[in-house]
């Protein structure tokens, strides 16, 4: 019997014990990754292109990649979604900045028949007038709507001036739904998807035969390099407010450019972030939400894009606690660039991020996005064993050296609106 009054014995985290992938490149250049050591039934793939916002009008980039599956030559929409559904199959479009991801998953026995149905609808799309009008015209409607909420207009005015000097901050606006033409998709389409094929995941036990025949699928595109862009990510500390006077609440965020996991301080800079705003614990949320009950929510986060990152904190408060709030904020970080933070609290914060990427890594569908999350920046899995080394590592001295560097409040950019 257990003798529940004696703890289990616990254990310091050194490494995780991932899977890798099989890694094949085809004769196009495009590689291909799969994680075939599992015995789920379901298999998902994902086409990955470089047809992110970045390269065209944010607007476009999302026309194009909703409407994919919009029909053929030979083919309605509704044929594609009945094929596709007959197979007991489900697919998705996920559009960014940086990229465009095409996903379907389907039982094993089905996944190929299914993929050759996306594949051919993704390159013979003929982005007939009349769907390209509908979703126009839904977009539009939508994007209106948001517009109004105090959220998106400070989202929207913080990324603009903090990446006024690079594309990340050229934000679609109301009016572009009004320039867009069918030979803009058309365009885009030719270049960045039957050309822009960056790579192909693969997670799920196919055969080796089913494995050829998915990449004799994605042999049916071009990937044509993808040429860096020298961006300027300098800017200027700045303090903006969106006077809205209807508005009952004051969306802030306050944040500054900063880096991605490609920089030596990111890993532990994540802990000063954890700290400070990254879960539900953390000090914003005990001090902001907790003791003076100014909002519902508030945290902290470090957005990681290719080139870059920005370290942001978020929340929504009445509006008369808008200056209240930025006092607080202001408060915590002085608090953690000045005292230092107790062997309680570190270690508490240690073992929770250590036990997100625990988390984050149960299963093959868990270790392939993993894996994409390093490659992406031209690493590998050894990235983890480090992450958790200077996890475990961090000393108090250096979680207070780090808030010094990187959360001068003099150097962020302060945005309200409301």
């Given amino acids: 019997m257990i003798n529940r009054t004696i703890a289990p014995k616990t254990s310091t985290v050194t490494h995780i014990d991932f899977q890798s992938p099989e890694i094949d490149t085809l004769e196009n250049k495009v590689q291909v990754y799969s994680m075939r050591k599992t015995d789920d039934e379901t298999v998902r793939i994902d086409f990955v292109f470089d047809a992110g916002s970045l390269k065209t009008s944010k607007i476009v980039a999302q026309l194009a990649g909703e409407l994919l599956f919009s029909g053929t030559e030979n083919k309605s929409s509704e044929e594609i979604d009945e094929e596709i559904d007959r197979l007991g199959g489900f697919t998705g479009v996920e559009v960014s900045t940086e990229k465009s991801t095409i996903s379907l998953i389907g039982l094993r026995e089905h996944v190929v028949a299914i993929a050759e149905i996306v594949v051919d609808a993704m390159i013979n799309v003929n982005f007939n007038p009349k769907e390209i009008k509908q979703l126009l015209q839904s977009k539009k409607k939508k994007m209106a709507i948001s517009l109004e909420k105090v959220s998106t207009q400070a989202r929207r005015a913080f990324l603009s001036d903090l990446f006024k000097n690079s594309p990340y901050g050229d934000l679609a606006q109301l009016e572009d739904f009004n320039h867009i033409e069918k030979n803009d998709l058309i365009e885009f389409h030719h270049s960045k998807y039957l050309s822009g094929l960056q790579y192909i995941s693969i997670v799920g036990a196919v055969s080796d035969q089913d494995l050829n025949s998915i990449k004799t699928l994605g042999n049916q595109f071009n990937k044509d390099e993808v040429t860096p862009i020298e ?188």
């Fill in 231 to 418: 961006n300027d990510y300098s800017y200027s500390p700045n303090v903006i407010h969106i006077e809205k006077e209807q508005a009952l609440q004051t969306a802030i965020r306050v944040g500054r450019v900063l880096f991605n996991k490609q920089h030596t301080d990111f890993i532990k800079f994540s802990v000063v972030n954890t700290i400070l705003g990254g879960y539900f614990g953390s000090r914003l949320m005990t001090s902001i939400r907790e003791d003076k009950g100014y909002t519902y929510g508030i945290g902290s986060g470090v957005a990681q894009l290719l080139e870059t990152g920005y370290f942001f904190i978020s929340t929504e408060v009445g509006k008369e606690f808008k200056d209240l709030t930025l006092e607080a904020i202001q408060n915590e970080i002085k608090i953690l660039q000045t005292e230092e933070v107790s062997k309680k609290e570190l270690d508490l914060v240690k073992n929770y991020i250590i036990g997100q990427i625990l988390e984050q890594s149960d299963g093959a569908q868990a270790m392939m996005d993993r894996f994409i999350a390093v490659e992406t920046y031209g690493m590998d899995y050894t990235y983890y064993d480090e992450f958790i080394k200077q996890v475990n590592e961090i000393t108090p001295i250096e979680v207070m050296a780090l808030a010094n560097q990187y959360l001068k409040w003099e150097d962020f950019t302060i945005v309200s609106a409301g």
